[in-house]
């Protein structure tokens, strides 16, 4: 388990940025936070450490933003997802087979979809600019 307290968004995209060094493609994050925590800065902060391509921003009504590079990093928002029905349709389960790195806000919607090696990682709002990231399992932390 790895927790770091960030002070600033831009501390927290360059935790990540140092984090995505760990990952390896087929590798699955799990996000938890309130709306505002900073999951999508912390997914800026893997784009650039994976030295993706494009202008991150929440995947909110297209459910599935694509960021191409070596590795590429697939962000998804799954809050408006309510069913296995809804979760078919973002076309989830044919990434798990893309060999990229799937970023998953509003992951608690999908929690039994998961695979067991998922990583997550809960990104919690202590003021203003102040966050708490614990990242846990995968099989790494």
């Given at each position: 388990m790895i927790k770091y307290l960030s002070n600033s968004v831009?501390?927290?995209e360059d935790f990540a940025c140092k984090f995505s060094k760990e990952l390896n493609a087929g590798?699955?994050?799990?996000?938890n936070g309130d709306l505002g925590a900073g999951k999508t800065a912390f997914v800026r902060g893997l784009?650039?450490?994976l030295q993706v391509y494009g202008e991150v921003s929440s995947p909110t009504y297209s459910l599935v933003n694509e960021y191409s590079g070596e590795t590429p990093l697939y962000h998804f928002d799954m809050y408006r997802v309510c069913s296995m029905d809804d979760l078919y349709t973002t076309g989830f389960f044919d990434y798990l087979d893309m060999n990229g790195i799937m970023a998953i806000e509003w992951s608690e919607n999908?929690?039994?979809a998961l695979p067991e090696n998922t990583i997550f990682i809960t990104i919690?709002?202590?003021s203003e600019n102040?966050?708490?990231i614990i990242v846990d399992g995968g099989g790494k932390f």
């Open positions: 831009e501390q927290t590798d699955i994050i799990a996000f784009a650039k450490g999908i929690q039994s919690e709002k202590l102040e966050r708490k």
